[in-house]
């Protein structure tokens, strides 16, 4: 995946402008396109009516998105003075994810309303906490997953507050901070799970932002 030269440093394994080429050819202007498209979620409406294991497994995801309808959105805290990642971050990631993919597959704006409910919620908080990386990227990966997925459903008012939380409070902090050891480090899961979720994050908004979201897929592949 990546070459060195002879001073033994890494060089990067995929340049931005290559990544920028490689979007505008198969991603630019489409939504959703982050782990699934419409015809995905098209799959998923024709299996669920005869598989019998996506049928178990879509009643599951159905029935958790409908108790989240009643289900306060997202409040902004510091639990212990330090972590969100637990109380905020991993929740606020199954409540987008679930919901929206419940409402591409129903048809039903409740889920749609209340996903993005969420957003809005997250949106207006006044940090995602970017020095924990761990939180940060989970939110960002929940809210780049919530803004694709919704993308069609939001108004552009919507969209334009979603897209700048994403860049304020994720993409800009790490393109501008990219030399923090969760970059490079091969020590547990911090590699993978930062760099995977924050790729997510540079995704959902290149159409806006593409040299910063280049810049950051770039170094990530590296």
Request: one cysteine or more; charged letters at 20%; a negative charge.
């Amino acid at each position: 995946v990546q070459a060195a030269t002879t001073t033994g440093k890494a060089v990067p394994a995929a340049s931005t402008e290559e990544i920028i080429e490689l979007f505008q050819e198969r991603s630019q202007g489409q939504h959703p396109r982050l782990l699934a498209t419409n015809e995905d979620f098209s799959r998923i409406r024709r299996l669920i009516e005869t598989d019998p294991f996506m049928m178990q497994w879509y009643d599951r995801l159905y029935s958790y998105a409908e108790s989240q309808l009643t289900t306060a959105v997202s409040v902004y805290e510091v639990p212990s003075g330090k972590r969100q990642l637990d109380v905020i971050a991993r929740v606020a990631t199954d409540r987008l994810a679930n919901l929206s993919l419940v409402y591409h597959v129903s048809g039903d704006r409740r889920f749609a309303d209340r996903a993005v409910a969420e957003l809005m919620a997250i949106s207006a908080f006044p940090d995602w906490r970017a020095k924990e990386y761990l939180d940060m990227t989970q939110l960002a990966y929940g809210m780049a997953i919530g803004y694709d997925w919704m993308y069609n459903y939001m108004t552009e008012t919507q969209r334009a507050t979603v897209r700048d939380a994403l860049y304020n409070y994720a993409v800009y902090p790490t393109v501008t901070t990219h030399k923090n050891d969760w970059y490079k480090t091969s020590v547990g899961n911090l590699n993978t799970w930062c760099n995977g979720m924050m790729v997510m994050a540079a995704l959902a908004i290149m159409d806006d932002y593409p040299e910063d979201a280049a810049v950051l897929i770039s170094d990530s592949i590296t």
